[in-house]
């Protein structure tokens, strides 16, 4: 499997709302928040579990980051970056 294992405890956060998305992350364990920045705050958009992607959206669409993934719980997480997904792509045969 591509990528590696990042751990994060409660309150940490995975990735920021308006920052570059050099990566998605396959949650393996643990509970994370997605949220969004409001004038008054910030508002939950939802939750992720494991067995979840997050942060593919911005990541394949190279765009920033459109909220932020904060950990609820002790988390795990697979990191895939651009070289992990290139190694990936390299071992597929060319069939055409």
């Known amino acids: 499997m591509a990528g590696k294992t990042i751990t994060f405890e409660p309150g940490q956060h995975l990735f920021n709302e308006g920052e570059p998305a050099t990566c998605l992350y396959i949650l393996k364990s643990g509970s994370v928040e997605i949220q969004k920045r409001r004038i008054t705050g910030h508002i939950t958009l939802g939750h992720a579990s494991s067995g979840e992607v997050i942060g593919?959206?911005?990541?394949?669409?190279?765009?920033?980051?459109?909220?932020?993934?904060?950990?609820?719980?002790?988390?795990?997480?697979?990191?895939?970056?651009?070289?992990d997904l290139e190694k990936l792509f390299s071992q597929v045969p060319d069939y055409l």
Do not use: H, N, W
């Not at 990541?59 to 070289?83: G, M």
């Open 56 to 83: 593919e959206v911005a990541f394949f669409d190279k765009l920033p980051r459109s909220a932020s993934a904060i950990a609820v719980s002790d988390v795990a997480a697979i990191q895939v970056t651009y070289e």
